[in-house]
């Protein structure tokens, strides 16, 4: 079978022969039908610091997979051949799709039945692939991490494949959701999705007592901005990684007893949150659908900020 492979930094991904694959013990084989792509695979390809996560060099790249079980490992129970269902990249095993062993970028991807999270009824393939990751995490930050309550007054900071997952999440749950946006355009997507408002700058949300700040973007301005914005006890959730440094004035942070918390990924009862809430049409992110032979230049499109929401390649 073909597969989409890193073979190196800064080299292009290469597409090459592999074996059929067969299930080991607690593992199953999935027929790939939906495989996302991410702007960590740009990270992948152009910065050494991620060889790192990548114990064995070539890997088939694509950490957002979903498809169907086609082949059951000895050991394995409670999941049969036919089975629909997405990989947890951050599930038990503690290996990753597209790091730690192959990944979806193949028609046929092995898995430890132990990160399976079962597709529920309605939910399409492309969607169940973005929930894996980009719907986890999102969903993470704002919930498990924000601790997100009803009425609560939230700001996210930042529409692109995250945050409009994210904003969406806490306006279904009953929050008062601001978005604060730098891009114009996409400032419609903030009015279909629920929000009350979207500002350009995060400075023009100082002094209104915010319960939840969740920053999507992570430009250290923007973390340092939010300081402002929340309540005495409030929460700031930085998921974002646009810039590796913030200075934060202490005073306010102390003053406020501002709690600052870091997100990162999220768990497999977050994926399965995500799937109900995707399945039941009340969160609907925007996704971008492409083949599997356009997965090179999907990546480029993703470096070059050309993709629209979330990016999905569907395979036959």
Request: aromatic share 4%; charged share 20%; with cysteine.
């Amino acid at each position: 079978m073909k597969a989409w492979q890193f073979t190196g930094t800064h080299e292009p991904l290469a597409l090459n022969d592999l074996e059929e694959p067969v299930p080991g013990p607690g593992e199953v084989v999935i027929d790939v039908k939906a495989a996302g792509l991410c702007h960590s695979d740009v990270g992948v390809l152009e910065d050494e610091g991620w060889l790192a996560l990548l114990p064995a060099i070539p890997v088939t790249m694509g950490h957002e997979v979903a498809g169907v079980v086609s082949a059951v490992g000895e050991g394995v129970e409670g999941v049969e051949v036919g089975d629909q269902v997405g990989v947890c990249p951050t599930g038990p095993s503690g290996v990753a799709p597209g790091y730690g062993r192959n990944g979806g970028f193949q028609p046929r991807h092995v898995a430890p039945a132990s990160d399976l999270v079962a597709m529920p009824e309605g939910l399409s393939f492309a969607l169940a692939a973005a929930g894996t990751d980009a719907g986890m995490t999102s969903y993470h930050a704002v919930v498990t991490i924000g601790g997100l309550e009803a009425d609560q007054k939230v700001a996210i900071i930042g529409l692109g494949g995250l945050g409009q997952i994210g904003a969406r999440v806490a306006v279904v749950k009953g929050a008062d959701v601001t978005v604060c946006e730098i891009n114009e355009d996409v400032w419609p997507l903030a009015e279909k999705i629920g929000a009350s408002r979207v500002v350009k700058d995060v400075s023009e949300l100082a002094g209104e007592d915010f319960d939840l700040v969740v920053d999507y973007a992570g430009f250290g301005t923007t973390t340092v901005q939010a300081v402002d914005a929340i309540r005495r006890d409030g929460t700031i959730v930085v998921v974002g990684m646009g810039r590796l440094e913030a200075t934060i004035n202490t005073r306010d942070v102390i003053l406020k007893q501002a709690r600052i918390l870091g997100s990162n990924g999220g768990t497999m009862e977050d994926v399965a949150a995500c799937y109900d809430l995707f399945a039941s049409g009340e969160v609907e992110p925007q996704l971008t659908t492409i083949g599997f032979e356009e997965i090179p230049s999907g990546i480029e499109r993703l470096e070059k900020g050309e993709v629209t929401g979330r990016l999905v390649a569907l395979y036959e």
